[in-house]
């Protein structure tokens, strides 16, 4: 699976740095909905003496003025039989934030469903969402990033989950991001590429 992972952020990296050479527009003034990425990413549950590694896809797109569609799907290696997938699908609105530079707003609509499957049984639980996310791109190189989601799970504890999301363009539709998320007792950090289009 590391193998995998490896040749996949290679092969990302690749086709973003020839984006990057080709024409395009200098730098993008607003932050972008149009984007395409893979992360790796660790998580660790409090009380659990492991952290368990995996992976995360999302894809982004905007349809009309002010509205966009999207998704992630995260894949954590709990044990060398278990597997932990959540997918997450949401629609947004969006606006620019009056006063404040390159900056826009955007209420989130969506559904989540997380899953843990293993070799005797598998668990599964979903939820509608409601949320919040603040983007700036106040620097032509550094887009900020903080979410906050309220999650009404069906058989789980309902609630808040936070992020924090720093990308930094190293080529005109090409950047590198970190990331962090906290839901209840678990926390998730992410590192990887993404693709404006």
Known sequence: MAALLGKLSAGLGAVGLAIGMMAQPAW????????????????????????????????????AKNFFAGGQYHNFELSNNVES?????????????????????????????????????????????????LRNRAYERIELRADLHYLDWSKSESGFMG???????????????????????????SSGFALLF
């Open 28 to 63: 993008a003034e607003m932050p972008s909905f149009n984007t395409v990425g893979a992360q790796f990413a660790r998580q660790k549950v409090e009380g659990a003496m492991d952290s368990y590694d995996g992976y995360g896809l999302k894809l982004s797109k905007q349809w």
């Open 163 to 189: 992020a924090l999301g720093f990308s930094y363009f190293i080529a005109a539709g090409f950047a590198f991001e970190v990331g962090y998320k906290k839901q209840g007792d678990t926390q998730t950090f």
């Open 85 to 133: 997938e959540q997918l997450d699908l949401h629609v947004g609105l969006f606006a620019a934030v009056p006063r404040m530079n390159n900056t826009r707003i955007a209420s989130l609509f969506g559904y989540r469903k997380a899953s843990i499957d293993g070799p005797a049984d598998s668990v599964s639980d979903d939820t509608g969402f409601i949320g919040v996310s």
